[in-house]
């Protein structure tokens, strides 16, 4: 069956923009949850929905928001660009309970 | 705060010279401690969930085991292919985050 698909793959944005990233989770998968990944923090926590609720947040600014749609299908969305938000933006999608969590090949942001 | 140490950072070895990797946490209530490969550019590809001290999965060349404050990945025989950095992570207490270490990169020469 078709894995996590993240869109688009890679995007440049200049500061002060903002950005929407989207994920469809594997079918069947009702989990999402976010993780920003960068040289030197390596893989950190964004935020988690499940069935259109957001179950958890991770320790970022506001600036960071996402949500769930109905269908499981989920998206990011960063305001106000700044240099440091350039990173590999990944999403993870499981079954309930997270026995085995499915990455999806990310989204690169570049922000100049 | 859960957290994950993996070590080393980086570990060469020779194609069939078999190693392992190291993973400390420390969890409030482990729920499950994760494996991941992940290659240069693409998503991390889940390799093994495990749940209580004692287990221990295979799955070709690697094998997983866990004790009550560290996991290990050993790789047996490695060849090329395994290239790759490979990412350890926790989930613990009611939360399920995963909570990652910073990755062992493995190189293995032909």
């Known amino acids: 069956k078709a894995g996590v698909t993240q869109t688009p793959r890679y995007l440049i944005k200049t500061r002060g923009q903002q950005v929407t990233l989207s994920c469809s989770p594997i079918s069947g998968h009702r989990s999402v949850s976010w993780y920003q990944q960068t040289p030197g923090q390596g893989l950190q926590f964004l935020f988690e929905y499940f069935s259109e609720t957001q179950r958890n947040k991770g320790n970022f600014p506001g600036r960071f928001s996402g949500r769930q749609f109905s269908n499981s299908r989920s998206e990011m969305n960063v305001s106000t660009l700044e240099l440091g938000d350039s990173a590999l933006y990944l999403c993870?999608?499981?079954?309930?309970?997270?026995?085995?969590?499915?990455f999806g090949q990310g989204t690169r942001l570049t922000v100049v | 705060e859960d957290q994950v140490t993996q070590s080393p950072e980086a570990l060469r070895l020779q194609e069939g010279e078999s190693s392992s990797l190291n993973c400390s946490y420390t969890?409030?209530?482990?729920?499950?401690l994760f494996w991941y490969r992940q290659d240069p550019g693409k998503g991390p590809e889940f390799l093994f969930t495990?749940?209580?001290a004692g287990e221990e999965k295979e799955k070709e060349r690697l094998k997983a085991t866990l004790t009550k404050k560290e996991s290990f990945l050993h790789i047996t025989a490695p060849k090329p292919e395994d290239s790759a950095t490979y990412l350890c992570?926790?989930?613990?207490?009611?939360?399920?985050?995963?909570?990652f270490g910073k990755g062992i990169t493995l190189s293995v020469r032909p």
């Open positions: 993870a999608s499981s079954s309930r309970g997270w026995t085995e969590a499915f």
């Open positions: 969890v409030s209530g482990l729920r499950g």
């Open positions: 992570a926790v989930q613990g207490g009611a939360n399920s985050k995963l909570t």
């Open positions: 495990l749940y209580s």
